[in-house]
């Protein structure tokens, strides 16, 4: 097989916030071993002067894994939305965890905070609660309020000492399924062939085992690549809903 040139150009999406191209390694340093490269200069990396005072809710130059990302609740209804209790339910008062959650990033509609504990939970305070006072969550009731109450269930049990149930919007295997989609996309974009990718996946061996061109690994390698390049266009938006039968 003739060799295939590659380009070693970073992936644009690298520092793009909640892309899964800042949490995976890359395939490409595998395909860069069984072709020669060519070293060109992504075009993305200039960077732009600050255009005015507005801060952003993340940096786009900086990796998703070098700074806290916080989603719209528009984009992940599981974010756990808070505002100050109303005084006629009778709430004695505030959690002491709770009462951190002013110091976030803050925006027009409120505040954006983490909370750290035996797993993190993404909250937004909105604009004009008191994090010191007794506070309660807004359900919309939608298509998303299951995942809704969910996301504050997994909060609440955090938040007492419960055992915390895992998140149910990506099983493990779908994980690993995402990060070959991811693995195999990154491939393709810097000239692999579906093969070279394969071989990288699957092996040399089960790769040699039959005509790659009728073999059920080659279909499995582009339902990979395509799926990548799905989320990477903005698919990864669905996997920040739960997936319910109609």
Known sequence: MGAVTTSSTRC?????????????????????????????????????RPAGGCDFPARPGLSALAQSIFWSPVSAPTILTLMQASDMLGIGGPHP?????????????????????????????LAGSNPAAPLAAVIPIDADTLGRIEALTRFWRDLY????????????????????MIQAADGRMNGASYREIGTVIFGDTRIAAEPWKTSPLRDAVIGLVEGGLAAISGGYLQLLRHRRKS
Do not use: F, M
């Open 161 to 180: 000492g419960r055992k915390v149930p895992a998140d149910t919007r990506l099983t493990a295997q779908q994980r690993r399924r995402l990060r070959l």
């Open 97 to 125: 965890l709770i009462t951190a959650l002013g110091a976030g990033l803050d925006s027009p509609e409120g505040t954006y905070a983490l909370h750290v504990g035996t797993t993190s939970i993404q909250i937004l305070l």
């Open 12 to 48: 644009p999406w690298r520092g793009s916030p909640g892309n899964a191209c800042a949490v995976t390694n890359p395939i490409k340093g595998s395909i860069s071993r069984l072709s020669p490269q060519k070293k060109t200069r992504c075009p993305w990396r200039r960077r732009s």
